[in-house]
């Protein structure tokens, strides 16, 4: 039987497929369905997110999920209906309310990661649909999207408008938006809501597979073995028969989810996929007295369905279904199955939650091996050696019911825990663990405790695998607990949880065994029982918020609250990124071999055992750069950086080589598959950390312009201190961009030696330049077009260039299109991200925290390549002197070092800089026993002061805000019962703590010179093309209203509403010269004054024609008339310029304050300065984004990632 299935109502018939191939690749690459996007590959970001809808022909019932297509195999949703997002609604039948949502609540910014949240949404709504007794509440929409990463918006938006389908919202409550405004009624609010009716809007499955399913049983999976290596069984004794048939030499895969790959990237093809999740007895679930049997294959969803409404032992199996629901995100639970997680556990020492959840209820498993069914306890199991292979089978899980002895003196007791880098989820955890025990009060007090029985298990701490503490257990069992019993436990703990020798954090996980196994017994010492436990993070809302915002008429519709420029469009996933071009069939695909060594000779490259992969069809290295170009792959006003290592590599990570095959897939593979060969003879050690590069003297060169000038006389700022804080350290680590789209680039040979080129990039111009010097020809020859960007946040300006440059070298030279999407790890491997730092200092101060000197030593890594890095003293100095120290000196060094060179990363410099600020305000505050607040303030700059270390660009002393800011954010945050607040609950919370703060912000702008163009064409429709790219920050929404709001002192009929007659349209390197950098928060700003210019010489140009004909026709000229006139007359209807910044104006301060509030939930506030925004939503949208951003590489300095170590 063939593979047939439908996406989005479209059948798919398929007669022969490699079954590695996931739902991703085949919809990518064979439908035109792009709204799938890969992001991680790996089931951590949601971005290729599709609901999975089965028809079960004896129910009559259609089930819906959402799943992952990145990791699903094709071959296992043969007979299903697969809906994306474009298949909810599109342009042609209209969006879907969820979509006008989105839109609607400015819930999308660069739209990579939309139609993933769509679909999690989508998904939600149609399971409450569904399932009667499950309503949709605003606790649902937060989790409903709570697997799907945004990199851009900060969530906020994104859970209002999910929250704005749930049935107990309270609309008032929900964020800012364009569907009502401010003080309007709730009726109003919900009238203006687009409507969602479950009838209308929910898919349907299609009839034609129904049809297909009750004519032909088993349509689930069978398929034809003879022309698939996917075989599917349908009893026991059918999986016997397979697995005895195959070769003794043949690698078997059974398959369920298959999301085991998301984590470990296997590189071997399986000779025979085997589908198990169709054997009935390991699909089953079974409820009897004696407890609960789970079949291997079950999902983990439906695992913590039937545990959830299981009535004997309830109150464990409800504890671990609460505890199951935080396993990655609910897609992977859809799809993941108990039994793979086991013996991914079992065979390849994964750190499961489940394991420790059974080992903790004494679960046993059954396994299939040979022809015999063998039962063992689960610690067997995890024990067994040798691990499981193919030849064994898991086929169920046992989990017996737990009942409490009778009478009142005992309780059965169980808790779980689980601390990771994220509470709700998507995170593997630091440590997990899962408690039993059977206690007694001894009377006649009933205070004192025994322990009658108890199964501790801990995981994921570094381990082989989860563990029973055996020893801890035997020897509490039958003692009285009291704090010196439970010390000694703690002890014996101390020698079982031993996390491995490359275990990060380990000496946290070990803590937090401790701290949980105080947790579980220490109420019980205390009081003599445990408080049911409240789940905070069930009960509190996750997201909540308020904004306020000023709307102005005075230059509409600047400022007006619009709906971002093809919001809806990203939304459907029908907005078109780099990769959903459509590429032509002789396109090839590249991907990067780069060292894995910081300083070598390259004696050679080739493949593994010599044999070039399948589909290889060039390996491009530094060679083949035309005799006439140059190795270059990046280039800034500071220096260029080569395309690739020479005879010698610099860093590890730096690229070798480009090894081009027929497709993606391949030429990932064939660069895995890449042998380099390397000597380091004759070769210095590499220079890796900033010290090594003091003691070789390796320096950029710092240019005067970048490196400010220190302010007053330290030494005497030193004298003039009472108290001193001497040689304090600091250090800085690094941060990954993880823009949800990776880099990428699409190039095209053109006639007479020319190139174009497709570029995700931030600075378009630069790839331009950039491949021209590389291929050695004119810069007329070459053109690089950029639509938009998924994501950016720095990463896309200078590193996007080699990616680029490579894809033209490669059309160049093989005169074939050449296209490359870098996967998530060479992404990550060559990003280069954030400086990381060493910083030592010397503050001087007065007893009553006034600031009198600061010293500063800085040691900045910027790695092999200037990059932007000699810029770094200046941004980092920039809001450093958001203080008055009194006197300010510095030594400023960056570092050339064997490491990939460090790029601009959002707020390159400037995150630095805060942060260093505040932690010598904080060290200060905490040598004198102050409170920080208070130093804080003491040292606040005068506009004097500000003068003193801002110079020129301080303004006027009316423009210096931050003062007042500070004092009403005080009064608008309520901040001084806040702290009270925070203070009261640390006194009152031995474990808990809660933290406060205000913190200023002085932000330097600085303004770049910005081209802009617009042009009426002959139906009065106006296109306009601007230096600035849109990288999600509403540049284009922002520029169409300045050019809205420019063409209407046309002043006719008609002139006032051009807002939808107005298209931004793509960057294109030869049609607008000089883009420059879209980087700095000031592009969009740029390049609306830039539009506004455009708009002054149309207007004038305009003003002849227009008096003209309102002398003939008063009051009855309409826009689209007087367009028509001007073409008659020839008029120039196109007016293009390059804007400018005055040097008075250029750069200047802004002003911003911010509380947060941080517990294990935080509350924000945020004041910034703003004379009037082009439009507040997309501010504020773009400016909660960051905030979170900015918030969590501080809080969450070492994210795990979920990533095998390798
Ligand atoms: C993003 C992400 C986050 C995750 N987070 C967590 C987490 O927080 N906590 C946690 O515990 N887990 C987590 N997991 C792991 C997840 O639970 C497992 O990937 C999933 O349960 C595996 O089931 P599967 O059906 O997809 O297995 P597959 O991927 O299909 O199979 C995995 C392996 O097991 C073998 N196999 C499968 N079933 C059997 C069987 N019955 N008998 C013999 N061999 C078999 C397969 O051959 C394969 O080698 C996460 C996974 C991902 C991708
Ligand atoms: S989850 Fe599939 S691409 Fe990230
Ligand atoms: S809008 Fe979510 S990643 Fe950009």
Same mark, same amino acid.
């Given at each position: 039987m063939d593979l047939e299935f439908a996406v989005n109502g479209e059948r798919f018939k398929i007669d022969s497929v490699d079954p590695s191939t996931t739902l991703l690749e085949f919809l990518r690459l064979n439908t035109p369905f792009k709204s799938v996007k890969l992001g991680c590959g790996e089931g951590g970001c949601g971005a290729c997110l599709v609901v999975l809808s089965r028809y079960d022909p004896e129910l009559d019932q259609v089930k819906e999920c959402s799943i992952n297509s990145c990791l699903t195999l094709l071959c296992s949703v043969n007979g299903c209906s697969i809906t994306t997002s474009e298949g909810l609604g599109n342009t042609k039948k209209g969006f879907h309310p969820i979509h006008k949502r989105f839109a609607g609540f400015h819930a999308s910014q660069c739209g990579f990661c939309t139609p993933g949240m769509c679909i999690s949404l989508y998904s939600a709504l149609a399971n409450a649909d569904n399932n009667r007794s499950k309503e949709f509440t605003v606790s649902e929409a937060e989790k409903s999207v709570s697997g799907n990463l945004c990199r851009c918006t900060g969530y906020r938006p994104i859970v209002d408008a999910c929250k704005s389908f749930a049935t107990d919202v309270d609309i008032e409550d929900l964020g800012f938006n364009s569907f009502w405004k401010k003080g309007e009624s709730k009726e109003v609010m919900l009238k203006n809501l687009p409507p969602y009716n479950p009838k209308d809007h929910l898919v349907t499955f299609p009839e034609f597979l129904k049809k297909k399913k009750k004519e032909i049983k088993n349509l689930d999976n069978g398929l034809d073995h003879s022309r698939y290596r996917w075989t599917t069984p349908f009893s026991v004794t059918e999986l016997h028969n397979i697995m005895d048939a195959a070769n003794s030499g043949d690698s078997l895969k059974f398959v369920v989810g298959n999301t085991g790959t998301g984590y470990y990237k296997d590189e071997e093809r399986f000779d025979r996929y085997i589908d198990i999740s169709h054997i009935p007895e390991m699909s089953m679930i079974k409820k009897d007295e004696k407890g609960i049997e789970i079949g291997a294959a079950v999902t983990i969803s439906n695992a913590i369905d039937a545990l959830e409404v299981e009535s004997k032992s309830s109150y464990i199996f409800k504890k671990m279904a609460a505890h199951m629901e935080r396993i990655g995100n609910r897609s992977i639970r859809n799809s993941g199955s108990i039994g793979g997680n086991l013996v991914m556990a079992q065979s390849r020492k994964f750190p499961s939650d489940i394991t420790t959840l059974l080992l903790a209820v004494d679960a046993s498993v059954y396994m299939l091996n040979g022809r015999k069914t063998e039962k063992v306890t689960l610690q067997e199991f995890l024990e067994l050696s040798p691990i499981l292979d193919s030849k064994r089978v898991l086929l169920k899980v046992e989990i017996p019911s737990w009942t409490a002895p009778s009478g009142d003196d005992t309780e059965l007791l169980f808790e779980s825990y689980r601390a990771a880098p994220c509470s709700i989820g998507n995170a593997l955890p630091y440590l997990n663990a899962a408690f039993l025990a059977i206690v007694s009060r001894q009377e006649p007090s009933r205070k004192g405790v025994t322990v009658d029985k108890c199964l501790l298990a801990f995981g994921s701490y570094g381990g082989d695998h989860s563990i029973r503490a055996i020893e801890v257990e035997n020897f509490l069992t039958g003692k009285l607990l009291s704090y010196s019993v439970l010390y000694e436990a703690v002890g014996l703990l101390r020698g079982i949880i031993v996390p491995g020798k490359d275990t990060s954090h380990s000496e946290y996980r070990k803590s937090l065994a401790v701290g949980f196994l105080f947790d579980f017994f220490g109420p019980l010492i205390e009081n003599g029982h445990r408080n049911s436990h409240v789940d905070t993070a069930k009960s509190l809302p996750v997201l909540s918020s308020s904004q306020q915002v000023l709307e102005s008429n005075e230059f509409q519709p600047v400022g007006e609250a619009i709906i971002k420029v093809g919001a809806a469009l990203q939304a459907s996933g029908e907005a078109v990124f780099v990769d959903d071009i459509p590429t032509l069939p002789d396109c090839l695909h590249g991907a990067f071999i780069y060292s894995t060594e910081p300083l070598a000779k390259i004696k050679s490259i080739s493949f593994r055992e010599n044999v070039t992969p399948t589909g290889v069809f060039a390996v491009l290295t530094f060679k083949d750069i035309p005799q006439q170009g140059q190795n270059i792959g990046s280039k800034t006003l500071l220096g260029p950086g080569p395309l690739f290592a020479d005879e010698l590599t610099r860093c590890a990570g730096q690229r070798i080589a480009l090894v081009v095959a027929d497709t993606q897939k391949h030429a990932d593979r064939a660069a895995k598959l890449a042998v380099v060969q390397y000597d380091t003879t004759n070769l210095e050690q590499p220079i890796l950390t900033v010290e090594d590069a003091v003691k070789r003297s390796s320096f950029f060169e710092v240019h005067p312009m970048f490196y400010p000038e220190p302010v007053g006389d330290v030494v005497k700022g030193m004298e003039e201190a009472g108290r001193k804080i001497i040689s304090a350290e600091l250090r800085l680590g690094s941060q990954y961009f993880f823009y949800m789209e990776p880099q990428t680039a699409l190039a095209l040979p053109d006639e007479d030696n020319c190139v174009k080129v497709f570029s995700s990039s931030q600075a378009p111009e630069y790839v331009h330049s950039v491949i021209a010097t590389c291929l050695g020809i004119q810069e007329h020859n070459v053109r690089v077009i950029t639509r938009r960007v998924g994501g950016g946040f720095g990463g896309k300006a200078v590193k996007s260039m080699p990616v680029a440059t490579a894809c033209a070298l490669g059309a160049y030279k093989l005169q074939r299109p050449v296209k490359m999407y870098l996967n998530r790890k060479t992404d990550m491997i060559m990003a280069g991200g954030r400086h990381p730092m060493k910083i030592t200092y010397n503050v001087g101060f007065r007893s009553d925290g006034k600031l009198t000197a600061l010293e500063l030593t800085m040691l900045i890594d910027a790695g092999l390549e200037p990059d932007v890095s000699p810029i770094m003293p200046r941004n980092i100095m920039g809001p450093l002197r958001k203080y008055d120290w009194g006197a300010l000196s510095f030594d400023v060094k960056v570092c050339k070092t064997n490491c990939p060179s460090r790029t601009a990363m959002r707020a390159p410099g400037e995150v630095q800089g805060s942060y260093i600020a505040e932690s010598i305000i904080e060290n200060v505050a905490s040598s004198l026993q102050m409170d920080v607040d208070v130093v804080r303030k003491i040292n606040l700059h005068t506009y004097d002061s500000l003068r003193k270390f801002y110079k020129h660009i301080s303004g006027d002393p009316d423009e210096y805000t931050l003062p007042l800011l500070w004092e009403k954010l005080e009064i608008s945050s309520k901040f001084k019962e806040r702290v009270e607040m925070v203070k009261e609950f640390n006194l009152s919370n031995v474990w808990r703590k809660r933290g406060i703060s205000r913190v200023p912000i002085v932000h330097q702008v600085m303004q770049r010179p910005t081209p802009g163009k617009v042009s009426i064409l002959s139906d009065g429709s106006v296109v306009v093309e601007v230096g600035g790219i849109e990288i999600g920050q509403g540049l284009w929404t922002k520029v169409q209203q300045m050019v809205a709001y420019g063409l209407s002192m046309v002043k006719c009929k008609g002139s006032e509403k051009l807002l939808e007659r107005i298209r931004v349209v793509q960057s294109d390197t030869l049609g607008m010269i000089q883009g420059g950098f879209t980087a700095g928060s000031t592009t969009s700003e740029s390049s609306c004054e830039a539009v506004r210019l455009c708009c002054v010489i149309l207007v004038e140009r305009l003003k002849s024609t227009m008096d003209q004909m309102m002398m003939e026709k008063p009051s009855s000229v309409t826009?689209?008339?007087?367009?028509?006139?001007?073409?008659?007359?020839?008029?120039?209807?196109?007016?293009?310029?390059?804007?400018?910044?005055?040097?008075?104006?250029?750069?200047?301060?802004?002003?911003?304050?911010? %509380?947060?509030?941080?517990?294990?939930?935080?509350?924000? /506030?945020?004041? !910034? #300065?703003?004379?009037?925004?082009?439009?507040? %939503?997309?501010?504020?949208?773009?400016?909660?984004?960051? /905030?979170?951003? !900015? #918030?969590?590489?501080?809080?969450?300095?070492?994210?795990?990632?979920?990533?095998?170590k390798s």
């Amino acid at each position: 039987m063939d593979l047939e299935f439908a996406v989005n109502g479209e059948r798919f018939k398929i007669d022969s497929v490699d079954p590695s191939t996931t739902l991703l690749e085949f919809l990518r690459l064979n439908t035109p369905f792009k709204s799938v996007k890969l992001g991680c590959g790996e089931g951590g970001c949601g971005a290729c997110l599709v609901v999975l809808s089965r028809y079960d022909p004896e129910l009559d019932q259609v089930k819906e999920c959402s799943i992952n297509s990145c990791l699903t195999l094709l071959c296992s949703v043969n007979g299903c209906s697969i809906t994306t997002s474009e298949g909810l609604g599109n342009t042609k039948k209209g969006f879907h309310p969820i979509h006008k949502r989105f839109a609607g609540f400015h819930a999308s910014q660069c739209g990579f990661c939309t139609p993933g949240m769509c679909i999690s949404l989508y998904s939600a709504l149609a399971n409450a649909d569904n399932n009667r007794s499950k309503e949709f509440t605003v606790s649902e929409a937060e989790k409903s999207v709570s697997g799907n990463l945004c990199r851009c918006t900060g969530y906020r938006p994104i859970v209002d408008a999910c929250k704005s389908f749930a049935t107990d919202v309270d609309i008032e409550d929900l964020g800012f938006n364009s569907f009502w405004k401010k003080g309007e009624s709730k009726e109003v609010m919900l009238k203006n809501l687009p409507p969602y009716n479950p009838k209308d809007h929910l898919v349907t499955f299609p009839e034609f597979l129904k049809k297909k399913k009750k004519e032909i049983k088993n349509l689930d999976n069978g398929l034809d073995h003879s022309r698939y290596r996917w075989t599917t069984p349908f009893s026991v004794t059918e999986l016997h028969n397979i697995m005895d048939a195959a070769n003794s030499g043949d690698s078997l895969k059974f398959v369920v989810g298959n999301t085991g790959t998301g984590y470990y990237k296997d590189e071997e093809r399986f000779d025979r996929y085997i589908d198990i999740s169709h054997i009935p007895e390991m699909s089953m679930i079974k409820k009897d007295e004696k407890g609960i049997e789970i079949g291997a294959a079950v999902t983990i969803s439906n695992a913590i369905d039937a545990l959830e409404v299981e009535s004997k032992s309830s109150y464990i199996f409800k504890k671990m279904a609460a505890h199951m629901e935080r396993i990655g995100n609910r897609s992977i639970r859809n799809s993941g199955s108990i039994g793979g997680n086991l013996v991914m556990a079992q065979s390849r020492k994964f750190p499961s939650d489940i394991t420790t959840l059974l080992l903790a209820v004494d679960a046993s498993v059954y396994m299939l091996n040979g022809r015999k069914t063998e039962k063992v306890t689960l610690q067997e199991f995890l024990e067994l050696s040798p691990i499981l292979d193919s030849k064994r089978v898991l086929l169920k899980v046992e989990i017996p019911s737990w009942t409490a002895p009778s009478g009142d003196d005992t309780e059965l007791l169980f808790e779980s825990y689980r601390a990771a880098p994220c509470s709700i989820g998507n995170a593997l955890p630091y440590l997990n663990a899962a408690f039993l025990a059977i206690v007694s009060r001894q009377e006649p007090s009933r205070k004192g405790v025994t322990v009658d029985k108890c199964l501790l298990a801990f995981g994921s701490y570094g381990g082989d695998h989860s563990i029973r503490a055996i020893e801890v257990e035997n020897f509490l069992t039958g003692k009285l607990l009291s704090y010196s019993v439970l010390y000694e436990a703690v002890g014996l703990l101390r020698g079982i949880i031993v996390p491995g020798k490359d275990t990060s954090h380990s000496e946290y996980r070990k803590s937090l065994a401790v701290g949980f196994l105080f947790d579980f017994f220490g109420p019980l010492i205390e009081n003599g029982h445990r408080n049911s436990h409240v789940d905070t993070a069930k009960s509190l809302p996750v997201l909540s918020s308020s904004q306020q915002v000023l709307e102005s008429n005075e230059f509409q519709p600047v400022g007006e609250a619009i709906i971002k420029v093809g919001a809806a469009l990203q939304a459907s996933g029908e907005a078109v990124f780099v990769d959903d071009i459509p590429t032509l069939p002789d396109c090839l695909h590249g991907a990067f071999i780069y060292s894995t060594e910081p300083l070598a000779k390259i004696k050679s490259i080739s493949f593994r055992e010599n044999v070039t992969p399948t589909g290889v069809f060039a390996v491009l290295t530094f060679k083949d750069i035309p005799q006439q170009g140059q190795n270059i792959g990046s280039k800034t006003l500071l220096g260029p950086g080569p395309l690739f290592a020479d005879e010698l590599t610099r860093c590890a990570g730096q690229r070798i080589a480009l090894v081009v095959a027929d497709t993606q897939k391949h030429a990932d593979r064939a660069a895995k598959l890449a042998v380099v060969q390397y000597d380091t003879t004759n070769l210095e050690q590499p220079i890796l950390t900033v010290e090594d590069a003091v003691k070789r003297s390796s320096f950029f060169e710092v240019h005067p312009m970048f490196y400010p000038e220190p302010v007053g006389d330290v030494v005497k700022g030193m004298e003039e201190a009472g108290r001193k804080i001497i040689s304090a350290e600091l250090r800085l680590g690094s941060q990954y961009f993880f823009y949800m789209e990776p880099q990428t680039a699409l190039a095209l040979p053109d006639e007479d030696n020319c190139v174009k080129v497709f570029s995700s990039s931030q600075a378009p111009e630069y790839v331009h330049s950039v491949i021209a010097t590389c291929l050695g020809i004119q810069e007329h020859n070459v053109r690089v077009i950029t639509r938009r960007v998924g994501g950016g946040f720095g990463g896309k300006a200078v590193k996007s260039m080699p990616v680029a440059t490579a894809c033209a070298l490669g059309a160049y030279k093989l005169q074939r299109p050449v296209k490359m999407y870098l996967n998530r790890k060479t992404d990550m491997i060559m990003a280069g991200g954030r400086h990381p730092m060493k910083i030592t200092y010397n503050v001087g101060f007065r007893s009553d925290g006034k600031l009198t000197a600061l010293e500063l030593t800085m040691l900045i890594d910027a790695g092999l390549e200037p990059d932007v890095s000699p810029i770094m003293p200046r941004n980092i100095m920039g809001p450093l002197r958001k203080y008055d120290w009194g006197a300010l000196s510095f030594d400023v060094k960056v570092c050339k070092t064997n490491c990939p060179s460090r790029t601009a990363m959002r707020a390159p410099g400037e995150v630095q800089g805060s942060y260093i600020a505040e932690s010598i305000i904080e060290n200060v505050a905490s040598s004198l026993q102050m409170d920080v607040d208070v130093v804080r303030k003491i040292n606040l700059h005068t506009y004097d002061s500000l003068r003193k270390f801002y110079k020129h660009i301080s303004g006027d002393p009316d423009e210096y805000t931050l003062p007042l800011l500070w004092e009403k954010l005080e009064i608008s945050s309520k901040f001084k019962e806040r702290v009270e607040m925070v203070k009261e609950f640390n006194l009152s919370n031995v474990w808990r703590k809660r933290g406060i703060s205000r913190v200023p912000i002085v932000h330097q702008v600085m303004q770049r010179p910005t081209p802009g163009k617009v042009s009426i064409l002959s139906d009065g429709s106006v296109v306009v093309e601007v230096g600035g790219i849109e990288i999600g920050q509403g540049l284009w929404t922002k520029v169409q209203q300045m050019v809205a709001y420019g063409l209407s002192m046309v002043k006719c009929k008609g002139s006032e509403k051009l807002l939808e007659r107005i298209r931004v349209v793509q960057s294109d390197t030869l049609g607008m010269i000089q883009g420059g950098f879209t980087a700095g928060s000031t592009t969009s700003e740029s390049s609306c004054e830039a539009v506004r210019l455009c708009c002054v010489i149309l207007v004038e140009r305009l003003k002849s024609t227009m008096d003209q004909m309102m002398m003939e026709k008063p009051s009855s000229v309409t826009w689209n008339m007087l367009i028509q006139q001007a073409y008659a007359q020839y008029i120039n209807l196109s007016a293009s310029t390059l804007y400018m910044p005055e040097y008075s104006t250029m750069e200047y301060l802004n002003y911003g304050v911010g %509380v947060s509030e941080a517990s294990h939930y935080g509350k924000s /506030f945020i004041l !910034k #300065n703003l004379n009037q925004s082009n439009n507040n %939503v997309i501010l504020l949208a773009g400016g909660s984004g960051p /905030f979170d951003r !900015k #918030n969590r590489d501080f809080k969450i300095r070492y994210h795990l990632r979920l990533r095998k170590k390798s």
